[in-house]
């Protein structure tokens, strides 16, 4: 299916992929930086964004929009690119990587290596989120200072003031509007870590990751058997925290093509 998806640089192709409730834009920060060594997309998921819903009757899951994604690259005539995705699109790149669908992956604060309490916690915290945001004028009123923009992603990002309005604006927008949002929620109650990866995978997180603490990452990095980096002074959501870390993290990452850690 055809996504909305921003597309530049040249080099190995490597997609870009959001969490629940986000959007690509959420890549901007580091985008021209990691244009400098590939061809980057950024995409929308089926149901979030700009993009359209999954046809009629498709649940909204991992697989699903992982399928979505894979069809969406192969019709773009690429074949197996390297991957990186925050939160929910993180847990799709390791998914995709235990497939060898693609060439490496690198997973940000990935879902899905939760308890039964951590996950009840992010439900309820992005519901809520997802509630405010449908309120007429809060995210007009929460973009316009450094503190309402602390109160409004403060659960996301380490540090708020470094997104500008507009980009608060357009992030309140794709929460309100995604028709995927609900389903894709509900369907992760009990997803469990991918297989085992068949391809080089790098997993780190931010070590001011509010909606699912950095004790995550010990499972996932047991779970890829390697240790997984922390992103410091990062949150959530770490592409505006500290573009030129993430970008590093990322090109490192795909740098892994061969079995080799360049760090």
């Given amino acids: ?11 190995p192709p490597l997609v870009l992929l959001h969490g629940i409730g986000h959007h690509r834009h959420g890549w901007l920060p580091v985008l021209d930086l990691l244009a400098e060594r590939h061809d980057v997309i950024a995409v929308d998921l089926p149901g979030f964004g700009e993009s359209p819903p999954l046809p009629y009757g498709t649940p909204y899951n991992v697989e699903t929009l992982g399928r979505a994604v894979r069809e969406f690259w192969t019709g773009l005539g690429l074949s197996r690119p390297h991957v990186a995705g925050n939160s929910l699109g993180g847990y799709i790149a390791l998914d995709l990587a235990s497939s060898a669908d693609v060439r490496t992956a690198v997973a940000l604060s990935p879902a899905g290596f939760w ?11 992005l519901r809520l989120l997802r509630l405010a945001v449908r309120a007429d004028g809060l995210p007009t009123l929460a973009a316009g200072t450094d503190e309402g923009k ?27 509007e995604c028709v995927g949002f ?22 780190a997180w931010g ?26 002074g990062c949150g959530h959501v770490p592409m505006s925290d500290d573009p030129e870390l993430v970008a590093r993290v990322i090109l490192e990452g795909s740098a892994r093509e061969g079995g080799e850690d360049p760090r």
């Fill in 115 to 125: 308890s039964r309490p951590e996950y009840a916690y992010a439900r309820a915290a």
């Fill in 150 to 176: 602390a109160l409004a992603l403060g659960l996301f990002v380490a540090r708020p003031e470094r997104l500008s309005r507009e980009a608060v604006l357009a992030a309140a927008v794709a929460m309100r």
């Fill in 207 to 232: 070590d001011r990751d509010r909606l699912l603490p950095r004790r995550q990452a010990v499972r996932a990095a047991r779970w890829a058997g390697q240790r997984a980096l922390l992103l410091r």
């Fill in 1 to 11: 299916m055809e996504l909305a998806h921003d597309r530049r640089g040249s080099g």
């Fill in 182 to 203: 609900e389903e894709t929620l509900d369907s992760l109650a009990w997803v469990a870590p991918p297989a085992p990866p068949q391809v080089p995978v790098t997993i």
